[in-house]
Every structure is written in structure tokens, then in C-alpha cells.
């Protein structure tokens, strides 16, 4: 890695003007945003739906123009260059594959519209093609591939060319969980090899806290949070990330003085959260009812309400308990405990 950043956002805003019937009106689809990504990192741009990820991913590709700000590539500003002029390169979630080109073309293509050499070609489609495991692939076309593994081949035909930054646009949104599971190990694996900056959009939490270097958390065009995974889920900075990475578990007002003795808002995970009191200066607690049980195997997730209002939701692993044992207790009043030292106080 290098210390120049491989994309740097200044005061970036994207405003889409819109006409409805006679009246006009604007969506700030990104709001002002600085941001730096490091050369050679897996960075995550996260965020529900509609939050302006995929526009910000948009924008360094060159597809879409910032409204004012300015995008720099290695320290380059590129707002006057055209898509084909910037060294990056985009992963789409639907492959976008040419249906008549075997695999092996399709991932030749970047270098035949560079007129590469036919032997040249072929050398580097193979080790492509062993980098995404599907050697042996190259005179299949993309019909007769499974959805995994025309994803592999968009990824190869992205790749191909060495790219400074990779774009890729939740690009495993199409595949069922558990090949998106194993795609996501994949993924991570490929550019920890190729060394390549990957900026993956995804509104799959679980997703970018699997893969990502750095996240950054998105809503309503603006970045609520930047940092590694551990940071953002250990330490949400605003009640947004606190709920939209993992389970909130937000308490406020009465309860939380009740608990704190502080009226401020503060989250708690759940699985720091034990069910039955335990003891000492360092722990907190808080009475309530469990109010739902869901057993699922491996753990078991509970619903307790609060003594005073609020729920708060507990993950415990099934160490000893059967499915019989853990639905006896719906309906029981429970007393939680927690370490002090697990609370984090959330902002707005
Ligand atoms: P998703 O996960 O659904 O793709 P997103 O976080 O990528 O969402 P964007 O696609 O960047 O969100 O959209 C951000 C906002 O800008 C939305 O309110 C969207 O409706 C609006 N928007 C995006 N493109 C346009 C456009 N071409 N014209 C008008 N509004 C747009």
C-alpha cells in the first residue's frame, strides 16, 4: 500500500433534479461527502437502500458527474475524463456477459479491444481463469455456467486488465446464501492475491463486516461512520449504525436511568447480554419479561420487554440447552445482565 489515496472524495453532492407534473423538485442523492479509500484496500460503501452508494460508485466510474466536489484516482482529479479514460473497472450484479462469446472470450475482451497479441491473450485469460477456479472453462458459454460461476467470469473479465480500483456493485446480490457465503470467502481471497483497491456496495451488513478492510455506512447521502469492521460494530457512533449494523438494542429516557442512571441514550449487543443476574460492582441489570423465543440451533435468540418499556434483544449459545429447555421460559419474568464496559453511548 501507498500512502496516496487510491480514490478521494472532497465535498462530493449529487443533486438529480425531477419534474412531477408542473412542479419541480431535487434529490440530494449524495451530500456532501469526504472521503478517502487507501491503495490496496477491500472498502465497503454500506447502507439500506436508496442511501446513495451505488450513485457515490456511480460517480468514480465516471457513468455520473458530481453536482460539486471533486473526485480524485491516485491523486489525480478526474472529473473532465470519460469512464474508458479512468483506470477502474465495474462488476455489475447482473454480469452483464455477452451470451454468444465463450467464457474465455468474454475475459479476453478488454485486452482484444486493446489489440493484444493473440498469445499474450490466451497466457493471461488461463491464469484468469485459474485465479476465479474455472480452469478448464474457457470454450463454455456463459448459458451453460452456474450463477456463481458466471459471477467468476465477470470478476476475471474485470480483472484482466489490472485496474488500479475495482468497482463492484453488489455483485453477489443475485446468488442464494450459501453460495454468496462461499462467494464472499472467495472474493476476499482474490483481492488479498491481486493486491487490487476493491470498492464493494452492499446493503448486507453481515456481508461487508465479512469482507471489508473499512466500511463506511451510508444514509440518506451522507456517511454516518468510517471504520473496520470490529470499530463500527463495537463502536457505533450514531444511533443509525448502531441499528443498521447488527441488532440495536437501543435504550433511552426512564429505562435507561433506571439501569445507568443516566437518562442518555445507550446500545447494547446482544450477545453481551446474559439471561439471569450475575453478580457485581461491574455489571449492569435490568428486569423484564421474555416475550418471544426463537431457537435456532446452534444459539437462540430471545425478545425480553423491558420493566418500564423497551425491548431488548438476547443472543445465548446453546451450550447446554435443548429446543425443549429454551421455550419453557416465553412468557417468564428474567432479570439481564451485562458488563458495565459493554454499553456505548449512542448519539442521536
Ligand atoms: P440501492 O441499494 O437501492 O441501489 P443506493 O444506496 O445505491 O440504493 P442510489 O441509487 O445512489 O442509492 O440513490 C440515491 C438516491 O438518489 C435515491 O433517492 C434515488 O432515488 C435517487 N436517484 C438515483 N439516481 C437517480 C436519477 N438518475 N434520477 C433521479 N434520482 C435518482
Keep these: 500500500m501507498s500512502d496516496q489515496a487510491a480514490v478521494e472524495f472532497q465535498n462530493v453532492s449529487r443533486v438529480f433534479s425531477m419534474q412531477h407534473g408542473s412542479e419541480a423538485g431535487a434529490v440530494k442523492a449524495v451530500d456532501n461527502i469526504s472521503l478517502q479509500i487507501r491503495d490496496g484496500e477491500f472498502f465497503s460503501l454500506l447502507g439500506p437502500s436508496g442511501s446513495g452508494k451505488t450513485t457515490c460508485l456511480r460517480m468514480i466510474a465516471g457513468f455520473d458527474r458530481p453536482t460539486s466536489g471533486r473526485i480524485l484516482l491516485g491523486g489525480k482529479d478526474v472529473s473532465d475524463l470519460p469512464p474508458y479514460e479512468r483506470d477502474v473497472n465495474t462488476v455489475f450484479q447482473d454480469y452483464a456477459l455477452f451470451p454468444h462469446l465463450t467464457v474465455g472470450d468474454n475475459i479476453a475482451y478488454g485486452l482484444m479491444i486493446k489489440k493484444t497479441p493473440k498469445a499474450e491473450r490466451r497466457k493471461r485469460v488461463d491464469e484468469m481463469l485459474e485465479l476465479v477456479q474455472l480452469a478448464g472453462f474457457a470454450d463454455r458459454k456463459p448459458a451453460q455456467l452456474s450463477g456463481g460461476q458466471r459471477q467468476r467470469v465477470a470478476l476475471a473479465r474485470a480483472l484482466i486488465n489490472h485496474p488500479k ?184
Excluded at 308 to 315: C, K, T
Aim: glycine share 10%; hydrophobic share 40%.
Design 165 to 348: 480500483v475495482l468497482l463492484l456493485d453488489e455483485p453477489l446480490g443475485a446468488l442464494d446464501l450459501k453460495l454468496r457465503q462461499q462467494m464472499q470467502v472467495e472474493l476476499k481471497a482474490i483481492q488479498q492475491r491481486v493486491g487490487i483497491t476493491f470498492i464493494f456496495v452492499t446493503h448486507d451488513q453481515e456481508e461487508a463486516l465479512t469482507m471489508s478492510d473499512r466500511i463506511a455506512v451510508f444514509s440518506q447521502g451522507k456517511i454516518e461512520q468510517v471504520g473496520a469492521p470490529a470499530e463500527i460494530y463495537e463502536h457505533p457512533a450514531t444511533a443509525f449504525v448502531a441499528g443498521f449494523v447488527g441488532v440495536s438494542n437501543l435504550v433511552s429516557g426512564e429505562v435507561a436511568k433506571r439501569i445507568t442512571g443516566s437518562e442518555a441514550m445507550f446500545s447494547v449487543r446482544p450477545e453481551k447480554i446474559h439471561l439471569g443476574a450475575t453478580g457485581g460492582e461491574d455489571m449492569f441489570t435490568a428486569n423484564g419479561k421474555v416475550r418471544d423465543v426463537i431457537y435456532l440451533g446452534l444459539y437462540t435468540r430471545y425478545l425480553v420487554e423491558l420493566d418500564g418499556g423497551g425491548d431488548l434483544v438476547v443472543v445465548e449459545q446453546n451450550l447446554k440447552t435443548t429446543s425443549m429447555d429454551v421455550v419453557k421460559i416465553k412468557g417468564q419474568p428474567v432479570i439481564l445482565s451485562w458488563k458495565k464496559e459493554h454499553i456505548r453511548k449512542v448519539g442521536g
